[in-house]
């Protein structure tokens, strides 16, 4: 009887590896479809162009198994990058105008004089995870020496965009940074965001005529931001252009001014990869190593709310927090932020039906963690709308490796084998449901593919070092 059970258990493995190397496959045939050339799109209909941190996903997962593809995905975009160090949220790709909005007419991105000569591109940013996306480059290089030769490259240009957070977002020099625009958070209708998105005076008769186009690509207009949503979308866009980019102007003018903790944990743990490749190349660090100081710093005294179990957003337009209830809250996992006392009780809350019990710990509640959303106390939860409530793998994926950092094996390992299991039975689609695993949104969606990829393939690489 035991040979049996051994017997049985050695097919079920070999099954369980035959459909997980299946799905690696189409992982990378999913990336090789929405490959332009230089760079990859986030999808094949919706998203046409090039997206900031969207880029960065991708050359993570491209560093597992393409080195040359995932140092273009990242060259590409830092060639758009403004004088100012600004990386831009996108960079426009020519032959593909005319199917999104905004696009480069409406941005009028070139009034800045920081505007990058012979780019196309819009006028704000995304969370920079960059340098993390480039120590993974160098970790699984298999060539040496073209890595080092592409990071002497890059390695400047990644300190000039931490540069440009430090000196143009951080008014008061605290050390956090904020947003000026949803878009720029990465979670563009988050919950978080109505409060100060309705409290912005909209003339609807003074703004400037839009056609929203995404909702011709077949998705559902109930799985996409709302009409007022948009209107302050563009309200903000109009506002940036009329005042010519210029970020003192805006910073005086701008209704929508958020230090986010998503933004702020992922810049501190960038700082703290950017440390280790510049130590790598020789260079001098301390400037880094105090942003790092400095932000980790501030997000413990500004951002934590023990009440709350996780991060607050701050709004510095009107001077007050926002509860979140999202999880950008338990983001600062991400960068070590979190005292020895505060990550137990974020993890706790991150395990409870608000974001979803390890599987096999409760028997009245089945989902996929993590959701976007607090499942339980969310007054504005839809579980099938971008950002109110659904799960999507790339904060789970920076989630993931919060909750390693902190030791928290078992909530980890949960949350890893979901975003493997969403994959296996929905696919690489842009957002899924957390109770059903539906897929949401676009499918044959980048970023799903090359995380996966990350996570399914992290036992088969291995760390390299950089040639001296």
């Not at 910073?251 to 702020?264: G, H, K, M, V």
């Not at 409530?389 to 490796?401: A, D, K, R």
């Not at 929905?426 to 676009?442: A, R, S």
Request: glycine fraction near 6%.
């Amino acid at each position: 009887m035991q040979v049996q059970e051994a017997m049985i258990m050695l097919e079920e493995r070999k099954l369980m590896s035959e459909t997980l190397n299946h799905l690696i496959e189409q992982a990378k045939s999913t990336l090789d479809a929405n490959w332009l050339g230089q760079s990859t799109k986030p999808s094949p209909h919706l998203y046409p162009h090039q997206w900031n941190w969207d880029s960065g996903f991708i050359a993570i997962g491209y560093a597992r198994y393409d080195q040359n593809r995932a140092q273009q995905e990242l060259s590409s975009l830092f060639s758009a990058q403004w004088a100012n160090g600004m990386l831009p949220q996108i960079v426009f790709n020519p032959d593909a105008l005319g199917s999104y909005f905004p696009e480069p007419d409406f941005w009028q991105a070139e009034r800045s004089p920081n505007y990058p000569p012979g780019a196309l591109t819009s006028g704000i940013t995304m969370p920079p995870l960059h340098a993390m996306a480039a120590l993974r480059v160098m970790q699984y290089a298999t060539d040496g020496n073209a890595a080092r030769e592409w990071l002497q490259d890059l390695y400047p240009r990644l300190v000039a965009l931490h540069e440009y957070f430090y000196r143009d977002r951080d008014p008061q020099r605290e050390g956090l940074v904020y947003i000026r625009h949803p878009w720029e958070s990465g979670l563009d209708n988050s919950p978080t965001w109505d409060a100060p998105l309705k409290a912005m005076k909209i003339d609807k008769d003074k703004l400037p005529p839009y056609q929203r186009k995404d909702l011709k690509k077949g998705i559902p207009k109930s799985q996409r931001p709302s009409d007022e949503d948009y209107d302050r979308y563009v309200y903000l866009v109009d506002l940036f252009r009329r005042l010519d980019y210029d970020e003192q102007a805006i910073y005086r003018e701008c209704p929508f001014l958020i230090q986010d903790p998503l933004l702020n944990s992922i810049l501190c743990k960038a700082n703290e990869d950017l440390i280790e490749i510049g130590q790598a190349l020789g260079e001098d660090t301390g400037q880094i190593q105090d942003w790092y100081d400095q932000t980790s710093r501030a997000l413990r005294e500004k951002l934590w709310h023990k009440r709350h179990g996780a991060f607050d957003v701050f709004d510095l337009y009107k001077g007050e927090p926002i509860g979140t209830l999202t999880a950008a809250g338990f983001m600062p996992l991400l960068c070590g932020a979190p005292t020895s006392e505060e990550a137990p009780i974020m993890c706790a809350f991150l395990d409870s039906h608000a974001y979803c019990t390890r599987k096999g710990t409760s028997q009245d509640q089945r989902c996929f963690s993590i959701p976007n959303y607090n499942l339980v106390e969310g007054s504005e939860l839809d579980t099938s709308h971008y950002w109110r409530g659904p799960v999507w793998i790339n904060t789970n994926w920076l989630l993931l490796q919060g909750l390693r950092r902190y030791g928290i094996k078992g909530k980890a390992d949960s949350v890893r084998a979901d975003i493997i299991k969403l994959v296996e039975s929905c696919g690489f689609h842009e957002y899924f449901d957390p109770y059903e695993g539906f897929g949401y949104g676009t499918d044959n969606f980048s970023w799903s593919a090359a995380l996966f990829l990350d996570v399914a393939l992290e036992q088969e690489e291995g760390i390299h070092e950089l040639p001296g």
